[in-house]
């Protein structure tokens, strides 16, 4: 029986992924009171190449030594398999929905097995961010328990999926998936789903049973700079242009560093980080900090301003004591615990507001 395997769909989940394997290899020394050299790698890696591009990150993790296989995973959406089409759609009534959600679960995974390059009965612990993906489906339709991990930085606070999904006759539906598994609800309530891992459990507005709080900044607390140079080792495509990019920003005075997000339809996308811009450039020289999945074109489109590679996770910046940054922006993106930024800004859902109906972001307050 193999140890562990988790299931990474963006690169924040690999970062948090090494975070958790860096601890439980220091705890295993501290145990067993020997050398790093000890110990044995017992995890498995799968990046799932359905919502990111992870270039050459498999090759970069391998070269680290901390996992004992990583494997690609070509995830499928639904709507790459046309004989779902039928069952996607709506009825007019409830229960004639319901019928078609049941067979839309049972046939979805059933169609997704060909594409899952691992057997996950042969492991002792299954690790799932994302499970309202495709593999959350395969898991529970064949009766795979498993762990389910906040997608990011209290996600669940700023949009619970579950509830927002499956509202009306959300206890109904919640009993059809997690007692009878009829059906799949994601975040805690499939039937197969062991527990969540959330990193702050007092934010979540409407907690679930599964919930466990695991915070994520102590694992970073606890980093020893050995550990750090592995992370940098993965992520960091070019180190060197990277810390020449940081020597030259110092010389800058004040920055501004503004994280993009994939929000609205991209020509409202361009407009909100032009207004953004414009509202901050008095303050200081402007950075900007691509999302992973926001294809927006910020080195065309905005090529004036430094930029920092879009697969980097921001957290990583905090590896670099010399960075500082006046104040970093986002807008929906949790902006906390950045030790390089000497004051942290959410606009939040109101900014939204101006530029997109709040129908599409205020998810919460439609539950």
Known sequence: MKDRIYVCHTYYHVYVTFLKELKLRAD??????????NWRPGATLVLSKMSNDFEKLKDRVESTGLFDVVIEFDEKRDDYFPELAKWRKGTGNFLGNLWYRIQFTKRYAKLEAPFVPVNFREYKDIYVYCDSDPIGYYLNQNRIYYHALEDGLNSLKNIDAARYDNRGHFGLKVFLSRKLNLIFIQNGYGKYCLDMEVNDIAAIKYPCPQYIEVPRQPLVDR???????????????????????????????????????????????????????????????????????????????????????????????????????????????EVMGLSFAEEEIRLGPDFLDKYEDPLKHRQNEQI
């Open 223 to 333: 980093l020893t700079a050995e550990d750090k140079e592995i992370i940098l080792k993965a992520f960091i495509r070019d180190k060197e242009g990277l810390e020449r990019q940081i020597a030259e920003s110092n010389q800058m005075g004040d920055k501004i560093l503004i994280l993009t997000n994939p929000v609205c339809e991209l020509d409202v996308r361009e407009q909100i980080f032009k207004d953004i811009i414009a509202m901050y450039e008095p303050e200081g020289t402007i950075f900007l900090k691509p999302h992973p999945r926001d294809v927006l074109d910020y080195r065309i489109l905005f090529g004036k301003y430094p930029q920092f590679d879009a697969t980097v996770p921001m957290e990583l910046l905090n590896f670099f004591p010399g960075l500082k940054f006046k104040k970093v922006v986002g807008v929906l993106t």
């Open 28 to 37: 295993y020394c501290a145990q067993e009171n020997c050398g790093l050299e």
